[in-house]
């Protein structure tokens, strides 16, 4: 069955920085907008970043703009969720999922074909 896989998730110090990479498995990423969300414990779901299926738009949380950046490299198949500046308030699961449609202009929808298992990420000193 196709799937998505996060990877780079940790332990990291305030302040400190994360690499995730969310990869497809089973399928090309090159025609589907890729979203990143977390959920922390007793929290429900929230939306981080969007990324339409060529790059051209993106999309981010309030809470993390200006530290976090989402691309993509679509030779590797990749998505990326460059996170920096972490604070603790950043811990959580996060998840990539992947849609054939557009990133929701407003909210972050729903209408997802694909998720991902999730990696921790964890802000601690």
């Known amino acids: 069955q196709w799937q998505l896989v996060e990877s780079g998730g940790g332990l990291v110090r305030p302040g400190g920085s994360l690499r995730l990479s969310c990869a497809p498995s089973g399928f090309t990423l090159d025609e589907y907008a890729i979203s990143w969300f977390r959920q922390a414990p007793g929290k429900e779901r929230e939306g981080v970043s969007c990324?339409?299926?060529?790059?051209?738009?993106?999309k981010y949380a309030d809470s993390v703009k200006g530290r976090f950046t989402i691309s993509r490299d679509n030779a590797k198949n990749a998505v990326y969720l460059q996170m920096n500046s972490l604070k603790p308030e950043d811990t959580a699961v996060y998840y990539c999922?992947?849609?054939?449609?557009?990133?929701?202009?407003?909210?972050?929808?729903?209408?997802?074909?694909?998720w991902g298992q999730g990696t921790q990420v964890t802000v601690s000193s």
């Open positions: 999922a992947a849609t054939f449609r557009a990133c929701p202009a407003t909210g972050w929808g729903t209408a997802y074909d694909y």
């Open positions: 990324i339409s299926s060529r790059g051209g738009r993106l």
